[in-house]
């Protein structure tokens, strides 16, 4: 069974930065692309970022370009999203999510990981 | 900025009855929309892709159609369960915008 779960979610002043990971498990990582996907308490969901199977295409929302970069380490099974220049509206539990076969939609979800931006 | 329009935001219903959400595109997407459930307190999870095909495992009382700009999800007959949040996402190209929402609660 695809597995995926996310760490390093933490409370960091505006203007610090993190590194979240996501940790696969119960499938060939290396086959898919992989996406984050943040939610703000009690907002709706906010596409983030999408990489390619083997990180050679990177994509980014508006709102978090140039301050977040989408990595990839498939000898460890790992997705990261390393965040810059954090503000208080990237409070957020992120999720990631792995692409449903050869459609670019998120089919497996892990639990998510929060992000307190503080002001 | 492309922008993923949902109706109604919010909606109360009884339980059998038969409710439609839609979701607009900004510009034309194709059949490439999905559409997720988020039930309080749990993550998302995907009830349709291609715009109407039914991931296995989703009841058969929930349903796709539409294409290009306009997309609607349809519950049949409303269950206690349906309970949630629902979500559609454009995933043609970036960006994979979401549309804001739309809360489903029983009357």
Known sequence: EAQLMEFGGDLVQAGGSLRLSCVASGFSFSAYDMTWVRQAPGKGLEWVSTISNGGSRTFYADSVKGRFTVSRDNTEDTLYLHMNSLRVEDTAIYYCAKFFDTLKVADVWGAGTTVIASP | ?107
Do not use: H
């Not at chain 2, 559409?35 to 291609?50: D, E, H, R, S």
């Not at chain 2, 995933?91 to 804001?100: D, I, K, L, V």
């Open chain 2, 1 to 107: 900025d492309f922008q993923m329009t949902q109706s109604p935001s919010s909606l109360s219903a009884s339980v059998g009855d038969r409710v439609t959400i839609t979701c607009r595109a900004s510009q034309g997407i194709g059949n490439f929309l999905a559409w997720f459930q988020q039930k309080p307190g749990q993550v998302p999870n995907l009830l349709v892709y291609a715009a109407s095909t039914l991931r296995s495992g989703v009841p058969s009382r929930f349903s796709g159609s539409g294409s290009g700009t306009y997309f609607t999800l349809i519950i049949s007959s409303l269950q206690p369960e349906d309970v949630a949040t629902y979500y559609c996402q454009k995933y043609n190209s970036a960006p994979w915008t979401f549309g804001q929402g739309t809360k489903v609660e029983i009357k």
